[in-house]
């Protein structure tokens, strides 16, 4: 069983930040990429940026130069600092990894409940 819980949404100014944090817990033997999804009402779901194990960073063209992604394998956990928010940036955030699990060691994509960022004008 594996778990993936969010937090660090909430309600913030235009040109404000958030940080998001998404820590995993459970039966873990590896955590591979992870990532930070959003949907805002209306829209599909969309890749907002993602990390390798080892560092490396991508990110959607909307947010490069104002967000910021990185993680801490000890602690099994990814963030996600938003800078210079905008009203349009108003979504529900997920988590993302890619877990391989002990004793099957099955490996599958993992997702948050979702936490929700509101950037108010």
């Known amino acids: 069983q594996v778990q993936l819980v969010e937090s660090g949404g909430g309600l913030v100014q235009s040109g404000g930040s958030l940080r998001l944090s998404c820590a995993a817990s459970g039966s873990i033997s590896l955590i591979n990429g992870m990532g930070w999804y959003r949907r805002a009402p209306g829209n599909e779901r969309e890749l907002v940026a993602t990390?390798?194990?080892?560092?490396?960073?991508n990110y959607a063209d909307s947010v490069k130069g104002r967000f910021t992604i990185s993680r801490d394998n000890a602690k099994n956990t990814v963030y996600l600092q938003m800078n210079s928010l905008k009203p349009e940036d108003t979504a529900v955030y997920y988590c993302?990894?890619?877990?391989?699990?002990?004793?099957?060691?099955?490996?599958?994509?993992?997702w948050g409940q979702g936490t929700q960022v509101t950037v108010s004008s």
């Open positions: 990390i390798t194990r080892g560092g490396i960073a």
């Open positions: 993302n990894a890619n877990i391989r699990v002990t004793i099957t060691w099955d490996q599958s994509d993992y």
